[in-house]
């Protein structure tokens, strides 16, 4: 989903109208004073009967999104666009990957509690510390890899990317789920399809941020 927030002074959330991706161009029209930030999220888990969501945030530096987090309170307001699901296994895997940096990790805990497949599944997530892993019950042939930054100076997403390129993969036919910082979404896909095999269409890759770059809105 899209999350959209109010910037700090701002008294009213202004939402765009549009339902197709002109929403972005209405966004950026609006004057800085009255235009709300926009952030991807993945929804955590959902209760629609409650009308209730969930969703992490990864608190870090000053950032608009740190910073709202850190001063909103019950009661203020925030939108979300629905961007669906985009996790699409076919038919006929026979096994899994899914692979992320800690941006992907509240997806890749949504996907094993949605869908409790029996297909062996191996599981790489990289976290910045190791405080950061956390103790998460599996069905039978789900395998979790965590792997930490700790004390490293280390690009986000390069333990993961090397991890999956050494491992031992289930037998395929093989989905695989990837995302996080763009270098490792689109080098795990990479590797998969020239080096393993695997056709481009069993791969789902997003890339949810750029290291050095902020988000537009």
Same mark, same amino acid.
């Given at each position: 989903?899209?999350?959209?927030?109010?910037?700090?002074?701002?008294?009213?959330?202004?939402?765009? *109208?549009?339902?197709?991706?002109? /929403?972005?161009?209405? !966004?950026?029209?609006?004057?800085? %004073?009255?235009?709300?930030?926009?952030?991807?999220? =993945?929804?955590?888990?959902?209760?629609?009967?409650?009308?209730?969501?969930?969703?992490?945030? %990864?608190?870090?530096? @000053?950032?608009?999104? =740190?910073? /709202?987090?850190?001063?909103?309170?019950?009661?203020?307001?925030?939108?979300?666009?629905?961007?669906? *699901?985009?996790?699409?296994?076919? @038919? #006929? +895997?026979? &096994?899994?990957?899914? %692979? &992320?940096?800690?941006?992907?990790?509240?997806?890749?805990?949504?996907?094993?509690?949605?869908?409790?497949?029996?297909?062996? =599944?191996?599981?790489?997530?990289?976290?910045?510390? +190791?405080? @950061?892993?956390?103790?998460?019950? *599996?069905?039978?042939? !789900?395998?979790?890899? /965590?792997?930490?930054?700790?004390?490293?100076?280390?690009?986000?997403?390069?333990?993961?990317?090397?991890?999956?390129?050494?491992?031992?993969?289930?037998?395929?036919?093989?989905?695989? /789920?990837? %995302?996080?910082?763009?270098?490792?979404? *689109?080098?795990?896909?990479? #590797?998969?399809?020239?080096?393993? &095999? !695997?056709?481009?269409?069993?791969?789902?890759?997003?890339?949810?941020?750029?290291?050095?770059?902020? +988000?537009?809105?």
């Amino acid at each position: 989903m899209r999350l959209f927030f109010p910037r700090e002074g701002q008294c009213d959330l202004r939402m765009p *109208t549009a339902s197709n991706e002109a /929403w972005m161009a209405q !966004v950026l029209l609006m004057p800085k %004073a009255a235009r709300p930030w926009v952030r991807n999220l =993945t929804i955590r888990s959902l209760r629609p009967a409650e009308q209730e969501l969930d969703i992490e945030f %990864a608190l870090h530096g @000053d950032s608009p999104m =740190t910073s /709202w987090v850190r001063r909103v309170r019950p009661g203020d307001r925030a939108g979300i666009f629905d961007l669906g *699901t985009m996790y699409r296994p076919p @038919d #006929h +895997a026979r &096994g899994r990957l899914l %692979a &992320g940096d800690e941006s992907a990790l509240p997806a890749i805990l949504s996907i094993l509690d949605s869908d409790p497949s029996p297909l062996p =599944t191996e599981v790489f997530v990289e976290v910045a510390r +190791a405080r @950061d892993i956390r103790s998460v019950s *599996t069905p039978p042939g !789900v395998r979790i890899h /965590w792997l930490s930054r700790d004390g490293e100076s280390l690009r986000p997403g390069v333990r993961a990317l090397e991890a999956v390129g050494d491992a031992e993969l289930p037998e395929g036919p093989l989905y695989a /789920w990837v %995302a996080g910082e763009s270098r490792l979404a *689109t080098g795990i896909r990479r #590797h998969l399809v020239n080096d393993r &095999g !695997v056709p481009k269409r069993d791969v789902s890759f997003y890339g949810y941020w750029r290291l050095g770059r902020s +988000a537009p809105g």
